[in-house]
């Protein structure tokens, strides 16, 4: 008897959350990639039942109105897709190696979800407090540490 779940773990794990997330029309893209960011960090790894089921993303119905009474269009669009978050858009560890902790620190300063720094921190492996409460600076200042730290770490490791 073969099997009727399939575990997802990374990349694939994603998709199909992003999958399910675009076709719930209650969410609107912003809340849905949100949530997707929430939930790719919080869960590392998940079971489906097979098959996986297709699905078709949500589609923003627009209707518009010519200027004479009797005409009215229907016009299917398919969602707008935002460009999701990559925590892999710049290594911390090269980034800091060849432009010191001014250029990290240049480079972590267009980022002002703390919800991205944290996965970015997660996505690299570097270590940062569990504090809750912390600010997108201390956020900031945790990463810059913990890719110095890490750095440290592989050159006491190469000797």
Known sequence: MGKNTKALSGPAKTKYLAGALATEPVLDDAASQRLLLILDNEIAQMRVRVPVPKRKPHVATVVAVACTDAAVVTAAEPAIEQASFDPHA???????????????????????????????????????????????????????????????????AAS
Do not use: W
């Open 90 to 156: 710049f290594s911390l560890v090269v980034v800091m190696s060849r432009q010191g902790a001014d250029g990290l620190s240049k480079q972590l300063d267009s980022i002002v979800d703390p919800i991205e720094l944290r996965s970015i921190a997660k996505a690299q492996h570097i270590s940062i407090p569990d504090d809750a409460n912390q600010s997108v600076g201390e956020l900031r200042a945790a990463l810059i540490a913990g890719t110095a730290q890490r750095i440290a770490d592989r050159r006491a």
